[in-house]
């Protein structure tokens, strides 16, 4: 079977960390070829320029979104606990979702 150009090729790597604790959790997902639309769409609908306003308090969690197209990162985001919400919300709980299953852990 042929490799998938870079174009095709895409994950979507979520990493939280910080809290009581302070530890780091990570989850990737990597869509097949037929679940790209409904990936693009998840990642399209981010406002990747323009996160949502910033919620302070302490021992709250850190996020870091990031999209990968092949090896390159076409989207990075670093959000406060407060701004993963919408969108952003759905993108995280459906990586978390499609991760492998030792990454499942909430």
């Given at each position: 079977m042929p490799e998938p150009d870079d174009e095709e090729r895409w994950s979507v790597l979520v990493v939280r960390s910080g809290g009581i604790?302070?530890?780091?959790?990570?989850?990737?997902?990597?869509?097949?070829?037929?679940?790209?639309?409904?990936w693009r769409q998840l990642v399209e609908s981010c406002p990747w320029d323009a996160p949502p306003a910033e919620t302070?308090?302490?021992?709250?969690?850190?996020w870091r979104i990031e999209v990968h197209r092949g090896d390159t990162a076409v989207h990075q985001a670093r959000l406060a606990d407060g701004q993963v919400e919408g969108p952003?919300?759905?993108?995280?709980d459906e990586v978390r979702q499609a991760a492998p299953s030792p990454s499942r852990e909430r």
């Amino acid at each position: 079977m042929p490799e998938p150009d870079d174009e095709e090729r895409w994950s979507v790597l979520v990493v939280r960390s910080g809290g009581i604790a302070g530890l780091s959790k990570q989850w990737r997902a990597e869509p097949d070829r037929d679940r790209l639309p409904r990936w693009r769409q998840l990642v399209e609908s981010c406002p990747w320029d323009a996160p949502p306003a910033e919620t302070r308090g302490a021992d709250r969690y850190q996020w870091r979104i990031e999209v990968h197209r092949g090896d390159t990162a076409v989207h990075q985001a670093r959000l406060a606990d407060g701004q993963v919400e919408g969108p952003w919300r759905t993108l995280v709980d459906e990586v978390r979702q499609a991760a492998p299953s030792p990454s499942r852990e909430r």
